[in-house]
Nanobody, 128 residues
C-alpha cells in the first residue's frame, strides 16, 4: 500500500516562500509519476506540477511557472514543491499524488484521474 504524507504548509505573506514535502512509502517508486495538485474553496482540484521518479523534465501549470519548482530526493523517497513569490490566488489545500505505469506526458500528468494514490493535503494560505 502506498502512503503519501504532505507537510510544510502554513500561513505566509504575499511574496513569501514555502516548501512543501511529500514523503512516500510502501513501494519502490522508480516507475511512478508524482504530482502536486491544489484545491481552493468552491473550486475544482487543479494540477500544479509533476515529475517522473525515473527522470525527465517536470511539468507545471502556467500560473506557477517561474515561481514554483518540483524536485525529488530518491534517497528519502520525498518529493518537494518549492513555492516562491506566493500570491493570494495560490491559497489552497495542496495534495501530493502518485501514479504508477502511466504515460509521462503533459496531458496525462494534468488529470487527477491519472493518479491512484493521494495524500491528505496541507493548507497553504497567502495573506495580502
Amino acid at each position: 500500500q502506498v502512503q503519501l504524507v504532505e507537510s510544510g504548509g502554513g500561513l505566509v505573506q504575499d511574496g513569501g516562500s514555502l516548501r512543501l514535502s511529500c514523503a512516500a512509502s510502501g513501494r519502490t517508486f522508480s516507475r511512478y509519476n508524482m504530482g502536486w495538485f491544489r484545491q481552493a474553496p468552491g473550486k475544482e482540484r487543479e494540477f500544479v506540477a509533476a515529475i517522473r521518479w525515473s527522470g525527465g523534465s517536470p511539468y507545471y501549470t502556467d500560473s506557477v511557472k517561474g515561481r514554483f519548482t518540483i524536485s525529488k530526493d530518491s534517497g528519502k523517497n520525498t518529493v518537494y514543491l518549492q513555492m516562491n513569490s506566493l500570491k493570494s490566488e495560490d491559497t489552497a489545500v495542496y495534495y501530493c499524488a502518485a501514479a504508477i505505469d502511466v504515460a509521462y506526458s503533459q496531458g496525462t500528468v494534468q488529470r487527477p484521474t491519472s493518479y491512484a494514490y493521494w495524500g491528505q493535503g496541507t493548507q497553504v494560505t497567502v495573506s495580502s
